[in-house]
C-alpha cells in the first residue's frame, strides 16, 4: 500500500527565534485565481462561443479529447493571463483555475491532461482558411473578422450618434524569414505592417500584411466592410473616420465623400504648404520671441495635391513656433477634413479633434506590448494572421472587462498589463470536494475591493 510522504522541508534564515521552513506541500495552487473574472466577463459577452463558431471541427468527434470551444478559450484566456508561448500549455494544462473556467476540470480520457498542450494548440493556430484535406481544423477569416464588428456593436445598448473610427499602421518586427518578409525603410528593421482599426476602446479590426506596401493599402477596403455593418444596424450613425497622413489618400476620400462619412487626415508637409502659411508664421514667430512661450496659429483653406487629388479640399493648418530654438522653432502641422468650417473651427478641429487620435496609440501599445500581436514568429502569413486574431480577442476580453466590470474604479483607465498585474495575477488554493470549488485567494491582495465589484457587476 503506498504512503503519503511529508515533501522534503527547505530551511531559510530564522526570524524572531522561529525557524523558516518551505516545502512545496501546498496541494492545488494557482496564480492567476483572476481568471474567474474572464470567465465572468466571457459569459457576458459570449466572445470564445462566437469566436469558436468561426472554426470548423473535421476530427472523428468519439476521438476528439480537447474540442474547438476549450482550444479557442485556453489560448484566448492563456494570453490575458500573460502566456505569449504556446509552451507555456504544457504547465497550464493543468491548472485548477483555468480548468473551472473552461469546464475542463476533468480529463475526459485517463492519462490525459484536463486541458491541451502545446502540441495541439499548434495544431489550432496552423488552422487554415477553409477545408484542408489533411488539417482537420479550419476557420473562416471573413467570419472573424466581421465578429470583432459585432462585438462592438453588441456592447452598445442603442445607437450612438456619432462615432469615430481611428485607423492606424504600425511595425511588427519580424527576426527569422517569416513569408512576407520585407525590409522597412523608416522602421529600419525586417517587419510586418499591421493595420487596427479601433473606435474609443473598441477593436474592430486588425490585419496583418506585408511591409513592402503603402500605409494606408486595404484601407478601402476594412473601411468599407465595417461602416456596411455598422449601417445595417444603426442607418442614423455619424461616422468619422480619423488617421494620420500616410491615409490622406485619394481614393479613400472620394469614398467618404460618396457614402456620407466625414474624414479628417493628417496631411504631409512639404514645401508649398508650409509657403501657403508664411504669414501665420512670422507671426507666430514675433509673438513667440517676444512672450517667451510657445504660440500658435491657425490657418483655414481649400488646397489640393497636383496629379493625386481629384479636387480641392478643406485644409487647416497650425502654425507654431518654439522659442529659443533658431530657425529650427517653426513646428507646422496640417490637417484634410470634409467637416465644413461651420461645424468646426480651425483651433478645435485640430486640438479637440485630430489630437486626440494619439489615444488609438496607446490602444495599439496594449495589443503589442501587452498582449503579445507582434509574436509573429510562424513560417507563414496565415498563421500569424491568426496569432494577431487571437490576441486581439484577447485585448477585447480585457476591454469588456475594464468597460463593465471596473468603471468609477482606480483600475477603469488601466492598461492591459495593468489590469493582468493588479487584478488576475492573484494567488489561491484551489479545493475540490463533492459539493463545490472553492477558490480561496490571498487575504493580503491589495485590489480585493475591486475584484469584488467586478465580480457583483458581471454577475447582474
Partial sequence: MPTECSPEPMLFARLDRRAVVADFGGGAITSDAGALLLGATDRVIGLVERFAACFTDGRA?????????????????????????????????????????????????????????????????????????Y??????????????????????????????????ATDDPIHGHQEGRFFHGYYDCYCYLPLYVF?????????LRRADIDASAGALEEVARIVGSIRARWPRVRILLRADSGFARDN??????????????????????VERIHAELAWAEEEAERSGRPIRRFADFRWAIL????????????AEWMPGRGEHGANPRFVVTSIPASQLD??????????????????????QLDLFADRTSAATMRANQLRLWFASMAYVLLAALRRIALAHTRLQRASCGSLR????????????????????????????DEFSLAHARLCR
Wanted: aromatic share 6%; net charge positive; proline share 4%.
Fill in 61 to 133: 468527434p468519439r476521438r476528439v479529447v480537447h474540442d474547438v470551444h476549450t482550444l479557442v478559450g485556453q489560448r484566448v484566456f492563456g494570453i490575458a493571463l500573460g502566456y505569449e508561448d504556446l509552451i507555456d500549455h504544457d504547465e497550464l494544462r493543468r491548472d485548477p483555475v483555468l480548468g473551472t473556467v473552461l469546464g475542463r476540470l476533468e480529463a475526459r480520457r485517463p492519462g490525459c491532461a484536463p486541458l491541451a498542450g502545446k502540441s495541439t494548440l499548434n495544431r489550432l493556430e496552423h488552422a487554415p482558411d477553409g477545408a484542408h484535406r
Fill in 135 to 168: 488539417r482537420r481544423i479550419g476557420h473562416d477569416a471573413a467570419a472573424i473578422e466581421s465578429l470583432f464588428v459585432e462585438l462592438f456593436l453588441d456592447a452598445h445598448e442603442r445607437a450612438p450618434q456619432r462615432i469615430v473610427l481611428d485607423l492606424g
Fill in 199 to 207: 473606435c474609443g476602446g473598441h477593436l474592430l479590426a486588425a490585419r
Fill in 252 to 273: 479613400l476620400m472620394t469614398w467618404c465623400e460618396a457614402n456620407r462619412v466625414d474624414y479628417l487626415f493628417g496631411l504631409a508637409r512639404d514645401a508649398r504648404l
Fill in 307 to 318: 496629379d493625386s487629388w481629384s479636387r480641392r479640399r478643406r485644409a487647416v493648418a497650425k
Fill in 346 to 367: 480651425a483651433r478645435t478641429l485640430y486640438e479637440r479633434l485630430y489630437c486626440a487620435r494619439g489615444n488609438m496609440e496607446n490602444r495599439i501599445k496594449e495589443c
Fill in 421 to 448: 498585474l493588479k487584478l488576475l495575477k492573484i494567488g489561491a488554493q484551489v479545493t475540490v470536494t463533492v459539493r463545490r470549488i472553492r477558490v480561496a485567494m490571498a487575504s493580503a491582495c491589495p485590489y480585493a
